[in-house]
């Protein structure tokens, strides 16, 4: 029997069904993982998500996209393959894409991470025959603190900061990491405020329902007082731009799984560097193959060639696939504009 999936030059691909996981080319049907940029990508004639990634992704690509929505386990059967979508717990919406046709079952997991953050749901192991991974921080050197410790370090490092009278700036990607910070900042230190992009999403997410701490747009003003001993929640590109010198005295953290990389705090230009990721740490990308029951694993976007080889030494036939996908961690700390 043929492969239900295969890896093509416009994305993951299943021939039976005529559908595209996460494709960075535009196709007739693209089944979308979540909604950050390297998986969710303008072009494709329609698309097909969860329902709490649909308002996101309208926000992001366009109002005008052709989208259905599905709720977590909602089955849909396009040419006899049988498709659901199921929480990855990376961002809100996000999910892994369960494929089944005649007894073959794949699972494509996109991004995900198995610490519940509270706003994006629980990871669910899905059980299949064939898994295709992320990697984004396939090595055993990451393994993440618990989450209430980061936020602890976050808030003293506020309150230090306004002790001094300076403004914190904290960098976040938009989606994801910036709602899970700003959920867990003690609003007894002082005012929150957001940068427009992040605030602008977090409108999207209020309006669906989801609880997402205020935090006010900065004004585009220039220098102001009022922003002492505040804190800025604010996207990757915003540190060390121009942008941030309207705040006069002020300090700058940069919260993501790479802080846990030697070297690229100081290389962004950040004073203070907070290790808390979206993505599965090394024990949660192996506990979670091991609770698919999967013994095929393709792995993507990361460490792909070392933990494909790890995963070998393990007893699974796994290799690594080359893909579009960066892990969006990496890409923000680059390229996210403010």
């Not at 030059?9 to 069904?17: E, H, M, T």
């Not at 205020?214 to 942008?243: C, F, L, Q, R, T």
């Not at 506990?287 to 030494?313: D, M, N, P, R």
Request: aromatic content about 10%; glycine content about 8%.
């Amino acid at each position: 029997m043929a492969d239900l999936l295969v890896f093509t030059d416009k994305g993951i691909y299943c021939p039976q069904a005529d559908v595209y996981i996460d494709p960075w080319k535009p196709v007739n049907k693209a089944l979308i993982t979540h909604a950050h940029s390297d998986h969710a990508r303008s072009g494709h004639k329609q698309y097909l998500a969860t329902l709490d990634s649909v308002p996101v992704l309208k926000h992001r690509l366009g109002s005008f996209i052709k989208i259905q929505g599905l709720a977590y386990g909602e089955n849909i059967t396009i040419n006899q393959v049988q498709i659901s979508f199921h929480p990855a717990g990376h961002v809100i919406g996000s999910a892994q894409i369960r494929l089944a046709y005649k007894g073959e079952i794949w699972v494509a997991s996109g991004d995900y991470k198995v610490e519940n953050d509270g706003l994006s749901g629980q990871f669910q192991p899905v059980k299949c025959h064939s898994f295709i991974t992320e990697s984004t921080f396939g090595l055993p050197s990451f393994k993440w603190k618990p989450q209430e410790q980061v936020y602890q370090e976050i808030n003293d490092w506020w309150q230090i900061n306004k002790d001094l009278g300076r403004t914190s700036i904290i960098s976040a990607y938009s989606l994801g990491k910036a709602q899970r910070i700003l959920n867990n900042l003690n609003t007894d230190v002082g005012p929150i405020y957001a940068h427009a992009a992040i605030e602008n999403t977090n409108e999207v997410l209020r309006n669906q329902g989801f609880n997402i701490q205020a935090s006010p747009k900065i004004e585009n003003s220039g220098k102001s007082d009022k922003y002492k001993g505040a804190m800025i929640v604010a996207p990757p590109s915003a540190i060390g731009s121009a942008w941030t010198k309207k705040f006069g005295d002020y300090e700058e953290a940069i919260v993501s799984g790479w802080m846990n990389v030697r070297g690229i705090k100081r290389r962004r230009n950040a004073e203070r560097g907070f290790v808390l990721s979206d993505h599965a740490d090394w024990p949660g990308l192996n506990s979670a193959i091991k609770e698919t029951g999967a013994q095929q694993i393709f792995v993507t976007h990361g460490y792909t060639e070392i933990f494909a080889q790890w995963l070998c030494e393990q007893g699974y036939d796994a290799k690594a696939v080359k893909t579009a996908f960066t892990g969006d961690e990496e890409v923000d700390l680059n390229t996210e504009t403010v």
